[in-house]
């Protein structure tokens, strides 16, 4: 019961954030979406848990694409309300002696839509989609470095207007396994539409520096992961405006969200 009080409050709490940040998404914000994972929700947009065989840990950090995902495949799939649903797919090989190769696609599916004219007559329905390619790359360096590469073709479709993008996700992870510590920084989403929603409209794609720590316990198996978001934003304040009816008023409401999630 207690265990599921947390899991709740979790999810309540990134239902919250999730709803802040799409209040100013730019497009393709369903690059920010993690992969739910219910039963493992401790591991969600972890991006320094080493040694993981678990091949999604790579969707947040390539650099964690290892050796142990080999011919590993993942299927997450979210089903929402209102025909909303969204998934990912990936499957790894590893590529000569330190090297690693996966490949996947993640996608948003925001279901049908009803087509209609100014003066209220329908005209039919129309589909909305987000789709991402992945292509991962990740190569040991050494004993204790990892690098890691995602290239990331999207594709965007809503009713008649189309965008194409191309964005990579590059990070790098430090694995000391005598101390059992990790550290690892990612950067996310860098790069740009290829192909607007409208001639010569280009508009920035979702960038953002994660970074992430871990220590695991060596006569216990527990390991605490701290990880911090938005490290390119000094400043995560909201500004929302009220207005009454009658007399317009400005009430500046500042709230201050640390995102940092911790988990075991």
Do not use: C
């Not at 198996?221 to 911090?228: D, G, M, Q």
């Amino acid at each position: 019961m207690i265990r599921l009080s947390i899991t709740l409050l979790i999810l309540m709490a990134t239902t919250i954030v999730v709803m802040l940040k799409l209040a100013d998404a730019p497009p393709m914000h369903f690059l920010t979406l993690p992969i739910l994972r219910v039963l493992r929700r401790s591991e969600e947009k972890n991006v320094s848990l080493p040694d993981s065989q678990d091949l999604s840990t790579p969707f947040h950090n390539p650099s964690l694409l290892n050796r142990d995902m080999h011919h590993r495949l993942v299927v997450n799939y979210v089903n929402y309300f209102a025909d909303v649903n969204y998934g990912y797919f990936s499957i790894a090989k590893k590529y000569r002696e330190k090297e690693n190769l996966a490949f996947g696609i993640h996608y948003m599916n925001y279901g049908k839509f009803t087509e209609a004219g100014s003066n209220g007559v329908k005209n039919g329905t129309f589909n909305a989609a987000d789709y991402a390619f992945n292509i991962m790359y990740s190569r040991k360096l050494d004993s204790i470095w990892t690098v890691g590469i995602n290239a990331k073709p999207i594709l965007s479709t809503y009713e008649k207007y189309t965008s194409v993008g191309l964005v990579f996700d590059l990070g790098i992870n430090y694995y000391n396994p005598e101390k059992l510590f990790s550290a690892s920084l990612v950067l996310r989403n860098i790069g740009s539409q290829i192909k607007p929603y409208y001639e010569n409209d280009f508009e920035p794609v979702p960038f953002e520096i994660v970074a992430g720590i871990t220590q695991k316990l060596r006569y216990a198996p527990l390991a605490f992961s701290i990880t911090a978001h938005q490290l390119q934003k000094p400043d995560l304040t909201y500004v929302i405006d009220e207005q009454e009816s009658t007399t317009i008023t400005q009430t500046e409401i500042k709230v201050r969200l640390i995102n940092w999630v911790t988990s075991l």
